[in-house]
T-cell receptor, first 113, second 113 residues
Framework: AQRVTQPEKLLSVFKGAPVELKCNYSYSGSPELFWYVQYSRQRLQLLLRHISRESIKGFTADLNKGETSFHLKKPFAQEEDSAMYYCALSGAGTQGGSEKLVFGKGTKLTVNP | KAGVTQTPRYLIKTRGQQVTLSCSPISGHRSVSWYQQTPGQGLQFLFEYFSETQRNKGNFPGRFSGRQFSNSRSEMNVSTLELGDSALYLC????????????FGPGTRLTVT
């Protein structure tokens, strides 16, 4: 079964502090993992994907297949990082090309001044 | 390019009625996926269409159906509405060559009374 777990519903940090949003997944094949973000009054948008190995807005995420995790990290949080973050999984490479995404329940990050 | 558009943005229906929601993908995108977002269940995959064919389907009752037209525009239909169908319905389009990177619309807020 495909499953994505984000254990923290809410996360609050102070500006300049490091932040880590946790994500664990369950998938029998080779998944593709993503982080999507939704800022207040904006639509859901892709933040980063593991296959790209890139850093977006200072965020990075490393896929750990042994621990089946894809935690999102940023060394110094900014107030504009406050948003809802969703970890998502796709088996596009093994689902006959299907683009289906399985989402976690999301973590609301608040960065306090 | 213009983003994904969804119409209508808000809808109020009564139990037992049916509703049709529309989604126009980004130009050139042939894959369209639909998701239901509720506070309790989060984001759940409904179905995906590619080249007018349903490629994948989530665990929703047969009251939920969809289709895709030759210009890639998609509609989803919910018949015999129930109170529990109240949700934000999100449409996402993707270029399959970008594997899993989906672009989301603003959603249609459906309220069933």
């Amino acid at each position: 079964a495909q499953r994505v777990t984000q254990p923290e519903k809410l996360l609050s940090v102070f500006k300049g502090a490091p932040v880590e949003l946790k994500c664990n997944y369950s998938y029998s094949g080779s998944p593709e993992l993503f982080w999507y973000v939704q800022y207040s009054r904006q639509r859901l948008q892709l933040l980063l994907r593991h296959i790209s190995r890139e850093s977006i807005k200072g965020f990075t995420a490393d896929l750990n297949k042994g621990e089946t995790s894809f935690h999102l990290k940023k060394p110094f949080a900014q107030e504009e990082d406050s948003a809802m973050y969703y970890c998502a999984l796709s088996g596009a490479g093994t689902q006959g090309g299907s683009e289906k995404l399985v989402f976690g329940k999301g973590t609301k990050l608040t960065v306090n001044p | 390019k213009a983003g994904v558009t969804q119409t209508p943005r808000y809808l109020i229906k009564t139990r037992g009625q049916q509703v049709t929601l529309s989604c126009s993908p980004i130009s050139g995108h042939r894959s369209v996926s639909w998701y239901q977002q509720t506070p309790g269940q989060g984001l759940q995959f409904l179905f995906e269409y590619f080249s007018e064919t349903q490629r994948n389907k989530g665990n929703f009752p047969g009251r939920f159906s969809g289709r895709q037209f030759s210009n890639s525009r998609s509609e989803m239909n919910v018949s015999t509405l129930e109170l529990g169908d109240s949700a934000l319905y999100l449409c996402a389009s993707s270029d399959i060559r970008q594997g899993g990177k989906q672009y989301f619309g603003p959603g249609t807020r459906l309220t069933v009374t």
